[in-house]
């Protein structure tokens, strides 16, 4: 808080008053003010950047920042012309509610000072509601990362499929069952078949969540909810008969879950944030172009990505034609 000196009257006394019977703590902001408002309100800033208040108090009580009470705001009374003056405000925008605060304080002061017995000015602060294009924008900006982030869980689904026909010839129980007069399609067959039972489980409670969640550009329509359902079971189609291959080259289920992971990590979440990251850099971007027509596709785990993210897109651009 600071008064030039050439400001007097009223005001300013009744600015004092509020001052001292609030939060905001009387100090000198600069030595020698000259009066003039460009150089007050440089000092006022200079003033709250020294002390570096504020920070998000949105649970703390007025000017309880990092620095201490009373540094959230900076407030200044300065001459301007004969009769005339200009009362400069800044505040530290980190500090949520430091304006409505320190205009409350100079308020309660000038009502203070015209009528003693009046009760004090209350102010209620809140932010206002986004509009439907800042919504938008926000909502199109999450689906892409959860076209992306889906990923993730995704590639620990094989990874749980891989687990018993490891186990079974770590155990020897295949071989029991060859023994025993089952043949090696039927034996298959089953596994496969729980597979994907145990897939379109999964997928479903994944349709499920994005109904709850209202991503309407995975499941908005019949033609999306067929779309992203399609997908799935593309990448089941796909990602089963990969897991038993890549299954044969361990000895260990533990050691094949894991594995599975990562492969199915670095060839789906890991090679969908490759593709995007040397498609935008101009050196790599032909080349990527090339490779990921050609040799990316052959990944279960980036077609899904890439449909997922197709269809976020869509859902994108439909949105901000809406």
């Not at 779309?227 to 990448?235: E, I, K």
Request: net charge negative.
């Amino acid at each position: 808080h600071a008064v030039d000196p050439a400001s007097t009257g009223l005001a300013t006394a009744a600015v004092n008053a509020s001052v001292y019977r609030g939060a905001l703590s009387a100090q000198p902001v600069a030595e020698a003010e000259t009066g003039a408002f460009p150089e007050g309100a440089e000092a006022l800033s200079a003033y709250l950047l020294r002390l570096q208040g504020g920070g998000d108090n949105s649970t703390a009580g007025p000017g309880e920042g990092p620095a201490g009470p009373g540094h959230f705001a900076a407030l200044a009374a300065q001459a301007f012309a004969p009769g005339v003056q200009i009362w400069t405000l800044l505040h530290n925008t980190t500090d949520v509610h430091a304006l409505p605060t320190a205009i409350a304080l100079a308020h309660n002061g000038w009502l203070a000072e015209q009528a003693p017995e009046a009760p004090p000015v209350a102010v209620a602060s809140h932010p206002l509601p986004r509009t439907k294009s800042e919504q938008q924008v926000v909502s199109a900006i999450l689906s892409v990362f959860i076209a992306l982030f889906v990923l993730i869980p995704f590639a620990f689904v094989p990874a749980a499929l891989v687990v018993h026909p490891v186990r079974e010839r770590e155990t020897g129980a295949h071989d029991l069952q060859l023994v025993s007069g089952a043949s090696p399609a039927a034996v298959w067959a089953a596994h496969w078949t729980a597979d994907a039972v145990m897939f379109a489980a999964v997928a479903a409670a994944t349709l499920g969540v994005f109904a709850a969640m209202g991503r309407d550009e995975f499941v908005g329509t019949h033609a999306e909810l067929l779309g992203t359902a399609a997908l799935f079971a593309a990448f089941a189609a796909a990602a089963l008969p990969l897991t038993s291959l890549a299954g044969r080259g361990f000895s260990s289920h533990s050691a094949a879950q894991l594995g599975v992971v990562a492969i199915f990590f670095a060839s789906g979440f890991a090679l969908v944030v490759l593709d995007f990251v040397l498609g935008v850099v101009d050196a790599t971007k032909t080349a990527n172009k090339t490779l990921s027509r050609w040799l990316y596709v052959l990944s279960p785990g980036f077609n899904l990505g890439h449909g997922l993210f197709e269809l976020s897109v869509r859902g994108v651009l439909t949105q901000l034609k809406s």
